[in-house]
């Protein structure tokens, strides 16, 4: 498709799909032109909420000026500086869920290590006990969850739990952001709750967009890094060292990108790739084939751990760039480190695997550790 039809009209779903590197990175930079607001368009989206629930604004659905209102208050604190700060502490709760795999032998990397590590990072920089981090774990899924079969009963079934979770999320957040309204605390929840930038739901919707954009993607980087490591049989040289363990990362996301594709919408009528876009219609940049572009990147079938420079879109481009992107690398880094550290093996078995349906990843990947 990227060769043969670069802009491509899926009459199906009835948008534009973008697979070029050179048309994604526009489309991404372009936000004048390819708006991230998709109330307009009249298509179903993934964080639209059910009906009856006040749709929730976030910096990741919104352009200039509200998109850096609701993101400006928030940026600094995500900056690899900033984050350094939290380095020793996020080994500690990575160490922690490493000392539990230790009898394990054989264990469920997805289950026990990828899917609990960034929900109890991202409780910790919100400032949430840990007794609820189980609870959040279900919330997140409620709302990324799609429907089991097309049919209206599974449709509805997937809607009234979205509804659920966001009621819940939405009712707890709001408690906890009254509570921490005159706080000192150096969380992020209490961050929201003192600034003067944003309402109430725009609290709200800042709080339960870090736990949707950040836990399943980063679930899936590590579940891909430990899939392309034992793939490559590398495994042993990213612990050495003599692979360098942040650019076999940055690879990772390349290769195996968590997120393959993002939507956009025309705010006028444009032409991309040769093709005439009208106003209004819904563009899909697919990140995942822009990421194998053969243009920009040499053998781009090829893992290169060492891939430098590796210029990815994983974590898109432009003002909507991922906000949490120095957190998973740290996340991703510490991750492997201790990991590798601990065990003289890790070995996966890559027999059987089921990639999941809303992201690239994995369903299940059984490891041993000795
Ligand atoms: C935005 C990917 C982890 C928070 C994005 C976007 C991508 C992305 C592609 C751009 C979406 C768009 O342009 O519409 C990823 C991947 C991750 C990851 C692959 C892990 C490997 C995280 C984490 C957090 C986070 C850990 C937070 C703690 C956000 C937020 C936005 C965003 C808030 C919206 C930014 C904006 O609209 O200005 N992410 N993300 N992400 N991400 Fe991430």
Redesign the pocket.
């Known amino acids: 498709m990227r060769s043969e039809a670069p802009v491509h009209y899926d009459e199906r779903r009835e948008t534009w799909d973008v697979f070029r590197y050179e048309d994604v990175d526009r489309v991404?930079r372009d936000h004048e032109t390819f708006s991230?607001d998709r109330s307009s368009s009249g298509v179903d989206s993934s964080d639209e909420a059910g009906e009856g629930m006040p749709v929730l604004k976030?910096?990741?659905?919104?352009d200039p000026p509200e998109?850096d209102r609701?993101?400006g208050f928030v940026n600094d604190r995500?900056q690899p500086g900033a984050l350094r700060e939290y380095r020793p502490r996020l080994a500690e709760l990575t160490d922690e869920l490493v000392d539990g795999l230790e009898d394990a032998g054989r264990f469920d990397f997805v289950e026990e290590f990828a899917i609990p590590l960034?929900v109890t990072?991202?409780a910790e920089?919100l400032g949430i006990p840990a007794e609820r981090r189980d609870q959040f774990k279900e919330w997140s899924d409620a709302l990324i969850a799609r429907p089991e079969s097309p049919s209206e009963e599974a449709v509805q079934r997937m809607q009234a739990r979205r509804e659920t979770a966001q009621r819940e999320m939405g009712q707890y957040f709001a408690k906890l952001l009254e509570e921490r309204e005159s706080g000192e605390g150096n969380d992020l929840v209490t961050l929201a709750a003192t600034t003067d930038e944003l309402r109430l739901q725009e609290k709200i919707g800042f709080c339960m967009?870090?736990l949707l954009?950040?836990?399943i993607?980063?679930t899936?980087?590590l579940t891909n890094a430990v899939w392309c490591f034992e793939e490559q049989g590398i495994m042993e040289a990213v612990r050495s060292g003599d692979i360098d363990r942040k650019k076999a990362i940055e690879e990772v996301?390349r290769y195996r990108?968590?997120?393959q594709e993002?939507?956009?919408v025309a705010s006028e009528n444009v032409e991309l790739g040769g093709q005439q876009i009208e106003a209004g219609e819904v563009v899909n940049v697919w990140?995942g084939a822009a990421n194998r572009d053969p243009e920009i990147f040499d053998e781009p079938e090829t893992f290169r751990p060492e891939r430098s420079p590796n210029q990815h879109?994983?974590?898109?481009?432009?003002?909507?760039?991922?906000?949490?992107?120095p957190?998973?690398?740290l996340?991703?880094d510490i991750a492997l480190d201790r990991l590798l550290a601990r065990f003289d093996r890790l070995d996966a078995d890559l027999s059987e695997l089921q990639p999941i349906s809303s992201h690239y990843g994995l369903q299940f990947l059984p490891c041993r550790v000795n």
């Open positions: 991404l991230a976030t910096m990741i659905s919104t998109h609701l993101r995500f960034p990072v991202i920089l967009i870090l954009a950040g836990n993607t980063t899936n980087l996301l990108s968590p997120i993002i939507q956009r990140v879109l994983a974590f898109g481009k432009g003002i909507h760039y991922c906000l949490g992107a957190l998973a690398r996340e991703a």
